[in-house]
């Protein structure tokens, strides 16, 4: 394990400073920065959201920090960055790093918005380059694995986001920073398990992230010391979390650009490794004319990790998070309606006898691919009733770098998550304060007044 390593991560997230980031990144942070906070607004209708906002307001009196998509709701910082990050990641529909399998900005950005609440205000550059620097720290600890996933990177590595985003913004001491890093480390958690059986666990994971992070921050700021190798130690992250690590090239890349443009859109409230084939089953319908009412099989093949975490059955009454990684379910939806968004997740679909039928003739089948983070390339062979066969392959994710959504997508689906949690008046003035957030004193009250949260 390369020496260090702990402290070039938090050195490099110390030293970021806006004037020194360039205009395509800084464009791809306020892009993404958007989306999150649509997403999370949408998320205030997420399956279990009300349930953990119930649980969340016994945890303590307080109105330190807003929660996205509910007005006039105010909770103590902490609080508020768990049920912010359950909202954003609730509905599978935040942003991924694909090679990293990592969801950046769902803990990032909860933990960077509740800090920015509780303390001295925090200008809009500093938070936009906080944000940056966070999502440079997990994802460098998530394209370091090389192994297949255990734990839930989204939690495991997303914590050590949320510290990184935090000493940049506040600009701790670095001995101060290193100890938040360290205590990142007793904090961090989040197994695959949930993701296997499809249950409101894996967006708990990512609350529990965010939330933990202002905790080791505070704990580090009361002069508790952390320990000194959380990542690089024997006991340390890649030794307990992860099955294999390639540190140094990931350590390398910190001085070659930011990985927040790496980051890809969700254009469907779904796992990412679903959308490969929601997209071909869009072609083949639009393409080769493809019917649920004469599809007699439809296969896709696919690397490994897309049947590890989409390839299950669908039966009726699904929990919507099992949904949402069911692609054989989700193609059932995309062939009857064209699409999925975020309507699709009602108890009465989730019965539909019609779609259960459907998706017992989809199956997911896993290709030769060594690559454990792999998501492409996939082809799906759809054979119909009178025996023709139709394919369609897949060599790049609809809104991933190689294939990014548009501008018109991207404002797309924006207002479909404003007006998905009743807000769709706030579109307008929340792509305003968006786009000029740079040269607002105080990002949050520029956030607040679009009516997406206070």
Not at 167 to 176: D, E, G, K, Q, Y
Not at 203 to 216: G, T
Request: hydrophobic share 50%; glycine share 8%.
């Amino acid at each position: 394990m390369i020496p260090h390593a702990s402290a070039r991560l938090v050195d490099h997230a110390l030293a970021l400073r806006w004037a020194d980031i360039s205009p395509a990144v800084t464009s791809m942070a306020r892009t993404f920065l958007h989306d999150t906070l649509c997403v999370g607004v949408a998320g205030r209708h997420a399956a279990h959201a009300d349930a953990v906002l119930t649980t969340v307001r016994t945890w303590g009196a307080g109105n330190q920090a807003s929660v996205l998509g509910r007005p006039g709701v105010r909770l103590p910082a902490a609080s508020a960055a768990f049920i912010n990050a359950f909202q954003i990641h609730g509905q599978e529909f935040d942003c991924v790093h694909e090679p990293a399998v990592l969801h950046p900005m769902a803990t990032v950005v909860a933990a960077a918005l509740a800090e920015a609440e509780r303390g001295p205000p925090i200008s809009g550059a500093t938070l936009l380059t906080a944000i940056i620097a966070g999502v440079d720290v997990a994802v460098t600890l998530g394209i370091a694995s090389t192994g297949p996933l255990t734990f839930f990177r989204p939690a495991t590595a997303g914590i050590f986001g949320c510290v990184a985003a935090i000493a940049n913004m506040r600009r701790l001491p670095r001995s101060v920073a290193l100890d938040a890093f360290g205590h990142a480390l007793a904090f961090a958690s989040g197994t695959m398990q949930p993701h296997v059986e499809g249950k409101p666990a894996l967006p708990v994971q990512v609350a529990n992230a965010a939330r933990a992070a202002l905790v080791a921050v505070e704990l580090a700021r009361g002069g508790v010391p952390g320990v000194a190798e959380p990542i690089e130690g024997t006991f340390g992250y890649f030794a307990l979390l992860e099955r294999g690590e390639a540190l140094d090239a990931a350590l390398a890349k910190l001085g070659r650009g930011h990985r927040i443009v790496e980051c890809s859109w969700k254009p469907f409230p779904t796992g990412r490794a679903a959308h490969g084939g929601i997209v071909a089953v869009q072609h083949l319908m639009t393409e080769h004319a493809m019917r649920a009412e004469t599809l007699n099989m439809l296969e896709f093949h696919a690397p490994p990790l897309i049947h590890k975490l989409v390839g299950r059955p669908a039966f009726a009454g699904m929990e919507p998070g099992y949904a949402r990684l069911c692609l054989a379910w989700l193609a059932a939806v995309t062939l009857m309606r064209g699409t999925v968004t975020l309507q699709d997740f009602d108890a009465q679909t989730l019965r539909d006898p019609r779609l259960i039928a459907l998706a017992a003739r989809v199956r997911v089948v896993a290709n030769a691919n060594p690559d454990p983070a792999a998501f492409v390339p996939a082809q799906a062979i759809a054979r119909s009733s009178n025996r023709r066969e139709t394919t369609a392959d897949i060599i790049a994710l609809l809104g991933s770098p190689d294939w990014p959504l548009t501008a018109q997508q991207h404002r797309t689906k924006a207002r479909a998550c404003l007006a998905f949690a009743g807000l769709g008046r706030c579109d307008d003035a929340l792509c305003a304060a968006i786009d000029g957030l740079d040269e607002m004193p105080d990002a949050v009250d520029a956030i607040r007044a679009t009516g997406v949260m206070g």
